[in-house]
C-alpha cells in the first residue's frame, strides 16, 4: 500500500520542476533552430510513443522519400523484434549511469520526461496516437502539445482503436460488445479517454481519421480509410496455391486475431466446422501470439484470408490483400462506411463484405471457386497499390506535411488517389449469388 503512494507522489514532485525545465528547453530549442519552415527542409518526423507496428511502415515509407523518419516507442510487443523500432525510452544513455536495481523505477518516473528532453531538438513533427504523447503516463499529459508549439513543433494525431474507443458513444452495439468482451477496463476508463480525445481535438495540428474509429472524434482534418502503409515489396504474392474446390482437395483459410472477441473468431470456427460437416475439405489455421514472420509465412501458404467480421478491415487485410490473396471482413453498415465509399475510394475494395450470419455462404462461395479467388486475389494486390503501399501513402503524408510545415493551402480533406472532382465509387464487393 505504502509504495503505490511514494510512487504517486514521487510522480507529482517531478512533475513541478519537469514543467519550468521543459518550458525552458523548449523555448531554447525554438531559439537554436529558426524557420526552418521558410528554408524549404523537410521536416524531420517521429512516432511513438505506443509501439503499434503501424508507425514501422509509417517511417520506412516517409524514409525511402528522403524524410527523416524515426519510430521512439516506450516498449514493444512479444510479436515484434527489437530492430521493429528504431529507439527506445530505456535505451537513453542517462540511465545507464543508474544502478541495475533501481533502474525501472527510475526509467518509470523519469523515462517520459528524458524522452520529450531528447526529442525535442532532433525532430518536428510528432505523430501521436490518442493514448498521449511521451508525457501521457505524467501529471504533465494535459500541457504536452502546448509545451511542444512552445518549442515550434507540429502535433500530428491518429486513432487505432482503444486509443478513442468512448463505449456509450459508438452506435453499433455488437461493436461495444466485443470491445466488452476483451477491453472491459475501457468502460471503467470513458471518462479520461474522453479528456484525451477532446484535448487532442482541441489542441493538435492536424487529425487524421479512419474506418469506424472517427466515430468518437470530435473533429478531423483528413478522412481516409487507413493512413498507414504496408511494404508490398515486402508481401509479395507468392506462387499460386493448388486451386482445390473443397471437394478435389483442401482449402487453408487463415485467420490471425489479437483478441477473438474483436474479430468474430467464434462464428467463423463454427461457420468452418458446418462446411466440413457437409463434406468440404476446409483447414483453418488460427494465428494468435505469434511472431509476424509466422503469420506472413502462413499466409503466403493459404488460399484464404479471413481478418474480422465484427468492423471494418486494417492490417491484416492489407497483407493478405498484398500476398494475393481473397480476404473477408465486415464492410456491410453503411453508416461507418458509406462515407469511406465515397470519399476515400473505399469502393474500390475488392475485400468481400461479410457480416456475421453470412460467414458460411460466402466461404463456400470463395471455396468452391477458385477462379473467383484468383480474381480477387489480383484485384487486391491492386488495390494495396494503389491507397496503401509506401510511395502511395508517402503521397498523402507529403501533402499533409506541406500544408502544416510549410504553410501551402492545400485544403486537404480527404484521400482518393487520381479520382476526378465529383466521382462517385461503386458499392463494395459482394459474394456471388
Known amino acids: 500500500m505504502l509504495r503505490p503512494l511514494l510512487h504517486e507522489w514521487a510522480r507529482y514532485v517531478v512533475a513541478g520542476p519537469g514543467l519550468g525545465l521543459l518550458a525552458l528547453y523548449a523555448l531554447i530549442v525554438r531559439s537554436r533552430a529558426p524557420q526552418r519552415a521558410r528554408r524549404g527542409s523537410k521536416p524531420r518526423l517521429v512516432y511513438g510513443p505506443v509501439p503499434i507496428i503501424n508507425i514501422k511502415y509509417m517511417s520506412r515509407a516517409m524514409a525511402q522519400q528522403g524524410y ?5 516507442v516506450s516498449h514493444r510487443y512479444d510479436i515484434h523484434v527489437r530492430a521493429d523500432f528504431d529507439y527506445y525510452v530505456a535505451d537513453r544513455a542517462v540511465f ?3 544502478p541495475q536495481r533501481l533502474r525501472g523505477r527510475v526509467i518509470a518516473l523519469m523515462g517520459p520526461y528524458v524522452a520529450l528532453l531528447w526529442a525535442l531538438p532532433r525532430f518536428d513533427i510528432f505523430h501521436f496516437f490518442f493514448d498521449g504523447g511521451f508525457l501521457q503516463d505524467t501529471p504533465l499529459q494535459f500541457l504536452e502539445v502546448q509545451l511542444l508549439h512552445l518549442a515550434g513543433k507540429k502535433i500530428v494525431v491518429m486513432p487505432y482503436g482503444s486509443d478513442v474507443a468512448v463505449p456509450t458513444g459508438i452506435r453499433s452495439l455488437i461493436w461495444r460488445h466485443g470491445l466488452m468482451r476483451n477491453y472491459a477496463y475501457l468502460g471503467r476508463q470513458e471518462q479520461q479517454t474522453r479528456r484525451r480525445v477532446q484535448y487532442f481535438a482541441a489542441h493538435a495540428d492536424f487529425i487524421v481519421a479512419c474506418v469506424v474509429h472517427l466515430e468518437t472524434l470530435p473533429r478531423w482534418d483528413l478522412l481516409t480509410t487507413h493512413y498507414y502503409p504496408i511494404d508490398t515489396a515486402a508481401w509479395q504474392p507468392g506462387p499460386p496455391g493448388g486451386g482445390y474446390d473443397g471437394k478435389n482437395g483442401p482449402v487453408t483459410i487463415v485467420h490471425a486475431p489479437n483478441h477473438r472477441g474483436m474479430k468474430g473468431t467464434e462464428f467463423l470456427i463454427a461457420a468452418c466446422r458446418e462446411l466440413a460437416s457437409e463434406g468440404y475439405q476446409v483447414h483453418l489455421r488460427l494465428l494468435e501470439k505469434v511472431p509476424n514472420r509466422v503469420v506472413q509465412e502462413t499466409m503466403r501458404e493459404s488460399d484464404i484470408v479471413a481478418e474480422q467480421f465484427i468492423a471494418g478491415y486494417a492490417l491484416t487485410a492489407m497483407e493478405g490483400m498484398s500476398l494475393g490473396k481473397p480476404v473477408l471482413s465486415n464492410l456491410a453498415d453503411d453508416y461507418y462506411y458509406q462515407v469511406h465509399r465515397l470519399y476515400t475510394g473505399l469502393g474500390e475494395c ?3 463484405s461479410t457480416p456475421i450470419d453470412q460467414i458460411k455462404n460466402h466461404l463456400r462461395a470463395l471455396i468452391t471457386n477458385p477462379a473467383w479467388r484468383q480474381q480477387l486475389g489480383a484485384a487486391g494486390r491492386q ?8 510511395a502511395a501513402m ?5 501533402a499533409v506535411y506541406r500544408q502544416i510545415w510549410q504553410g501551402e493551402s492545400l485544403a486537404l480533406q480527404e484521400w482518393l488517389p487520381g479520382a476526378p472532382a465529383g466521382y462517385r465509387l461503386p458499392p463494395a464487393e459482394t459474394a456471388p449469388e
Open 350 to 352: 475488392p475485400i468481400v
Open 383 to 390: 488495390y494495396v497499390l494503389k491507397y496503401h503501399s509506401y
Open 68 to 72: 527523416v523518419a524515426k519510430t521512439f
Open 394 to 398: 508517402a503521397q498523402l503524408w507529403d
Open 96 to 98: 545507464r549511469l543508474v
